[in-house]
């Protein structure tokens, strides 16, 4: 008897986790649209100033074709996985000293999850 009642409530949790997942990636495009899209773009294969960003999250740092990395980011042997985006996004410069990428950091921790989130979303 105890599990029916239960059942509906995780239910509801699922289903309201999938839908917070969404909303905090439509978040994070916010702001990869105002502090990434500047040197970065979504789209494969478009590198700017900075790499396309597409497909980044479990990629390999400096690896991305037709860009011009640093040896610090081509040596650093360093995966993106989400984890370690949150590190890198907290502090570019920290993570894989030698960087070339100039951006000091997003230190707000809502906003970095939201945009990793987002960055997830394109593959």
Do not use: W
Not at 76 to 105: C, K, W
């Amino acid at each position: 008897m105890r599990l029916r009642q239960l059942l509906p409530a995780v239910i509801f949790a699922t289903l309201s986790a999938a839908g917070a997942q969404a909303q905090d990636a439509e978040a994070g495009k916010a702001v990869f649209n105002q502090q990434c899209s500047i040197c970065h773009s979504p789209t494969a294969g478009r590198n700017q100033v900075g790499p396309s960003l597409f497909g980044i999250v479990g990629s390999t740092a400096g690896q991305v074709p037709n860009f011009r990395f640093s040896a610090a980011n081509k040596a650093s042997g360093v995966v993106f996985t989400e984890a370690n985006l949150d590190r890198y996004l907290t502090d570019p410069r920290g993570m894989i000293p030698g960087t070339i990428m100039t951006y000091n950091g997003l230190k707000d921790a809502t906003k970095r999850a939201n945009l990793i989130a987002y960055l997830a979303t394109l593959h």
